[in-house]
């Protein structure tokens, strides 16, 4: 049981913090307001370190379910416990995207662009095409899983320093990859909150763009075994 509390913790702090830097950069009157990409991409790889230091010693952070299906893909993971893990992150994800609208809820009322709301929730793509965008969010996921699963190989030593890697790992991708999709490579970070938006009474919210949700859920599960699958490759052509 506390392995899947430490996963609805982790992806909360993820989410609360994630989606926190985009409300305080896209709301009006917010102090942040307009402050760009890099805040939003430096945020978002706070939001990860701090999740997985404050978890990772308890359920190892997946805090996506694309990293735990990647995972027990290769092994690497109980597949009788990725669906419980699953459910937390899914669960955390919708608490935080409501802790952020509890922070923001003034804002919210002060700003007028229904899209700009569902930015603070869920991923959008800024060139619409599901063949790219679906591969722009497989490719970045695969990055993802291969980059933690290089950080955390015993090798490298790092020890208390891998939840800092990882953060900037996705500080990187964001920074690299995001552009096209706002690389949600998490599908809990964005099914979550997606819901959270469309129960929330979010004054001019608009729509939740479910025709667009299948993306940013399933692609990021296809990369997530990809990359877990690229690397160990990898490590027995190199062992």
Same mark, same amino acid.
Request: aromatic share 10%.
């Given at each position: 049981?506390?392995?899947y509390?430490a996963?609805?913790i982790g992806?909360?702090?993820?989410v609360?913090?994630?989606?926190?830097?985009?409300a305080?950069?896209?709301?009006?009157?917010?102090?942040?307001n307009?402050?760009?990409?890099?805040?939003?991409?430096t945020?978002?790889g706070?939001a990860?370190?701090?999740a997985?230091?404050?978890?990772?010693?308890?359920?190892?952070?997946?805090?996506?379910? &694309?990293?735990?299906?990647?995972?027990?893909?290769?092994?690497?993971?109980d597949?009788?416990?990725?669906?419980?893990? +699953?459910?937390?992150?899914v669960?955390?994800?919708?608490?935080?995207? +409501?802790?952020?609208?509890l922070?923001?809820?003034?804002?919210?009322?002060?700003?007028?662009? &229904?899209?700009?709301?569902?930015?603070?929730f869920s991923?959008?793509?800024?060139?619409?095409g599901a063949?790219?965008?679906?591969i722009?969010?497989?490719?970045?996921?695969a990055m993802?899983?291969l980059g933690v699963m290089?950080i955390t190989?015993?090798?490298?030593?790092?020890?208390?320093?891998?939840?800092?890697?990882?953060?900037?790992?996705?500080?990187?991708?964001?920074l690299s990859?995001?552009?096209?999709?706002?690389?949600?490579?998490?599908?809990?970070?964005d099914?979550g909150?997606r819901i959270?938006?469309?129960?929330?009474?979010?004054k001019?919210?608009?729509?939740?763009?479910?025709g667009?949700?299948w993306v940013?859920?399933? &692609?990021?599960?296809v990369?997530?075994?990809?990359?877990?699958?690229?690397?160990m490759?990898?490590?027995?052509v190199?062992?």
């Open positions: 049981m506390g392995v509390l996963e609805f992806t909360m702090i993820l609360l913090l994630g989606n926190g830097v985009v305080n950069v896209v709301l009006n009157k917010s102090k942040g307009d402050s760009g990409w890099i805040v939003i991409t945020g978002w706070f990860v370190a701090i997985v230091y404050v978890t990772g010693w308890v359920s190892g952070a997946h805090i996506n379910p &694309a990293v735990t299906i990647g995972l027990a893909s290769v092994g690497a993971f597949w009788g416990m990725v669906p419980g893990y +699953i459910v937390a992150q669960a955390g994800a919708f608490t935080g995207a +409501i802790l952020v609208y922070t923001y809820k003034q804002h919210y009322d002060e700003t007028e662009d &229904a899209g700009g709301k569902l930015a603070t991923t959008g793509p800024a060139i619409r063949k790219w965008n679906f722009t969010e497989v490719i970045g996921t993802l899983v290089g190989n015993g090798n490298n030593n790092v020890g208390p320093m891998a939840a800092l890697l990882v953060g900037i790992l996705v500080w990187s991708l964001g990859l995001g552009g096209p999709t706002g690389y949600a490579i998490n599908p809990a970070r099914l909150p959270a938006h469309a129960l929330l009474p979010i001019g919210k608009g729509d939740s763009d479910w667009y949700a940013p859920i399933v &692609a990021p599960i990369g997530g075994v990809i990359g877990a699958n690229i690397y490759i990898c490590l027995s190199w062992s």
